[in-house]
């Protein structure tokens, strides 16, 4: 039996490298990577627009031509594929082996000098051999040493700052490449567009040791010179961090605030009006000394067991799109106003060994949000001085990503447009996210500090403004009517609204709060009816589905006379019927207005007939509900509805807890005791909190804060519920203890106080 090789069309070989560098740009960039790989220190790109040629110029280490005619030559096959750490010590970016066919994207011709240590070489090749039908092993390209020098090479060239600038460079090796029969109109927007694109390939630390230049005929070597730094800006926050292992080390700066000489009066005024304030050791933070924080990555990555990203650092800014005169001198800022960052430089960028990954944060495309921060922003719009969780905006905060080679999980698409989306890289994006959410807690809770400072003076300065009015009206009084005792004159304002009216305007007032309260009760009871019908949402479905097939079995049998089944199919109906009475019951009964209304009601009976409706959802998933009470009374002043919000949040989290794995005696207990304040312990046995909360049980009460994912690692769970849970209980001047959790090895726990009348 004989051996047949295979071979490869030479135009299946060409659409291989379109497929890989789809776009000029594209292909741009890839060459320019291969020069930095070539520990190049200088990189000139030049189009001649007389002879319409491309030049692409470095003074890296050259080729062989051992390295032309098995690697550069070879499709699929890089020298840099093992190793890839230059002799300066630069990390390789290429490894496919494709990037040669850059050149065929720019151009039909190519010609290359290249200069190593012992010898030059000139190659050549046509690209349009490669549209016929043959095999790829019958192109050749043309090969051969030579003595030609490199102003020799470049005599055409038709603009003298190109060769002065090579000149004044180190240019003892290196490769030129010669492109015409060019495929593309090099317009001067196409040229300004390629050199935008070059500033933001390579980030601002590597800049001094790679020059990138990019020339047309009447450009000089300033216009040329491609400022990869960004212009200098007013930044108001700085995150850096380092993620090594298990361990993430994040630096926050702030920046935007000039108050280190007020913070002990801003601090003091505080503590006299009975607020917390800062602390003692935020003095420092205000004045160039970054907050640290040392983190476990697996506890910023609730629920995500597996599928980590790797090492990656990262450098983030946060600035101000505007602000007012008024707001510069109520939040002391640094800075009278921001200056604009250059659009080219904002958004947040991924580099993959100091070279960009697009389209990553590129801006007015729809991966510039890739961290979807607007989302979130859309999800949580409170203002930084709210009463929520303010979010930063994705235009508001830039900076740049650091991976590696070495982080071979995150994989290069093969395009060479974006990571490929695995658990990794999602893993990457929620780490980056987290670390954003530490600025912006920090910001919040520096602004809403300030903003406590600023309705004390203001109020102090309304006081003293009707104080001065009081008196100067008193002395008005004093001198019209020659009294002597001032002490024992009354103080008399002219009043030109009447007592009545202005008992309509604050019974108006009363009113419009009264039903912005009511609107922001129904709101949280919606949420939560809401979370509880996404739990059960398969249930729901199949219930409709089994209660229609039981119907048309009745009917089919009346039609029959077959009253057995008949009969049989109708019971069977009226259980299905029970439980999506029961399911409206929990849900639908609590939107009713009655139990928005503050009134005493008996507990007990109230979750008693509560716990009855979801006995019936439960029961089929094996989980008995189950309340305990000292007394079989206790009576207590609340709103309905927030009871029975906070016990179906908790429900629906030990429903998704029991779902995660098949056990027997699923339980939940409820125990309520009434003292000085009403007592709720709330139970269960299922797998509990994961590692990631158990040292800091309390982070679950954040908004949006939530561990359940699905197969793939997606987040599904709002994170709302025990955010409500939370906020209804300090409505109470209540408090949550969740320390229980810390020590047990599986259940969850959860001890709820409430003050009110009892």
Not at 501 to 520: F, G, H, P, T, Y
Not at 653 to 672: L, P, R
Request: one cysteine or more; proline letters at 2%; hydrophobic letters at 35%.
């Amino acid at each position: 039996m004989s051996k047949v090789n295979f071979n490869v069309n030479a135009y299946t070989a060409r659409l291989i490298g379109r497929e890989n560098v789809a776009t000029l740009n594209g292909a741009i960039l890839e060459l320019v990577k291969n020069t930095y790989d070539a520990d190049s220190s200088i990189c000139i790109l030049y189009y001649d627009d007389i002879d319409d040629n491309v030049y692409l110029i470095d003074n890296g280490c050259g080729m062989t031509e051992n390295i032309i005619i098995n690697h550069w030559m070879t499709i699929g096959r890089s020298t840099k594929r093992n190793k890839y750490i230059s002799k300066k010590g630069r990390v390789q970016t290429g490894a496919k082996g494709i990037g040669r066919f850059a050149l065929d994207r720019i151009a039909d011709f190519c010609e290359m000098l290249t200069i190593n240590d012992n010898e030059k070489l000139l190659w050549k090749v046509n690209w349009k051999d490669f549209e016929g039908d043959s095999n790829i092993t019958d192109i050749t390209a043309k090969l051969d040493k030579t003595d030609i020098t490199v102003k020799e090479f470049l005599k055409d060239v038709h603009n003298d700052y190109i060769n002065q600038l090579i000149n004044n460079v180190e240019f003892e090796t290196g490769t030129i490449f010669k492109l015409s029969g060019l495929r593309d109109k090099w317009s001067e927007a196409r040229i300004n567009k390629i050199m935008d694109n070059l500033r933001s390939l390579i980030p601002i630390n590597i800049s001094k040791q790679f020059k990138i230049y990019t020339f047309c005929n009447r450009f000089n070597i300033d216009e040329a010179e491609v400022l990869v730094n960004a212009e200098d800006f007013n930044y108001d926050y700085k995150i850096t961090f380092k993620v090594t292992g298990d361990r993430a080390l994040v630096s926050i700066y702030r920046n935007e605030f000039d108050l280190i000489n007020e913070f002990d009066k801003i601090n003091m005024t505080l503590k006299e009006h009975n607020f917390e304030g800062f602390s003692e050791a935020d003095k420092k933070y205000f004045d160039s000394v970054p907050i640290e924080y040392n983190l476990d990555v697996t506890e910023m990555l609730p629920g995500f067991n597996e599928g980590f990203a790797g090492d990656f650092d990262g450098e983030l800014y946060f600035t101000k799109l505007n602000t007012t005169k008024k707001d510069k001198e109520k939040y002391f800022y640094r800075y009278p106003s921001p200056k604009k960052v250059n659009e080219i430089f904002t958004g947040i960028k991924l580099y993959r060994d100091s070279f960009r990954v697009r389209p990553y944060g590129e801006y007015n495309t729809s991966s510039y949000d890739w961290l979807l921060l607007d989302r979130k922003k859309a999800k949580s719009p409170a203002a930084i001085t709210g009463k929520g969780s303010w979010k930063v905006r994705c235009d508001q905060i830039f900076g740049v990503i650091n991976i590696s080679r070495t982080n071979d999980n995150l994989m290069d698409q093969s395009n060479r447009e974006g990571i490929v989306e695995t658990k990794e890289f999602l893993a990457l994006k929620e780490t980056i996210c987290y670390v954003i959410s530490l600025f912006e807690i920090d910001r919040q809770y520096v602004f809403r500090n300030l903003r406590e400072y600023n309705n004390v003076i203001e109020e102090t300065e309304r006081l003293e403004s009707q104080i001065a009015e009081i008196a100067k009206q008193e002395l008005k009084n004093e001198e019209e009517s020659g009294k002597e005792n001032i002490s024992t004159s009354q103080p008399t304002l002219n009043v030109t609204v009447s007592a009545v009216d202005a008992q309509k305007v604050i019974d108006k007032k009363n009113e419009e709060i009264k039903d912005l309260i009511d609107e922001n009760n129904l709101l949280m009871t919606l949420a939560t009816t809401g979370i509880v019908t996404n739990t059960y949402i398969h249930e729901l479905k199949a219930l409709t589905l089994l209660l229609g097939s039981k119907t048309r079995t009745a009917l089919n049998a009346l039609s029959r006379n077959d009253l057995d089944i008949c009969k049989k199919a109708l019971e069977d109906s009226y259980n299905v019927r029970k439980s999506l009475n029961s399911w409206f019951e929990i849900t639908i009964n609590s939107l009713r207005k009655n139990k928005r209304k503050k009134q005493k009601i008996d507990i007990v009976d109230h979750l008693e007939n509560l716990f009855q409706n979801w006995n019936e959802l439960l029961a089929p998933k094996g989980i008995s509900l189950v309340l305990e009470s000292i007394d079989p009374t206790v009576m207590f002043n609340c709103f309905p509805y927030e009871i029975e919000t906070i016990l179906n949040n908790l429900i629906t989290n030990s429903i998704a807890s029991f779902d995660k794995e098949d056990s027997v005696n699923k339980e939940i207990k409820v125990k309520i005791n009434l003292d000085t304040e009403l007592e709720i312990e709330y139970e269960d046995n299922g797998l509990g909190l994961s590692e990631e909360y158990k040292k800091n049980p309390n982070r679950i009460l954040n908004q949006f804060e939530t561990d359940r994912r699905d197969e793939f690692g997606e987040l599904i769970g709002t994170g709302m519920g025990m955010g409500i849970v939370k906020s209804i209980i300090e409505g109470y001047s209540g408090s949550i203890d969740l320390t229980d959790n810390k020590s047990i090895e599986r259940g969850f726990k959860a001890k709820i106080y409430l003050k009110g009348d009892v």
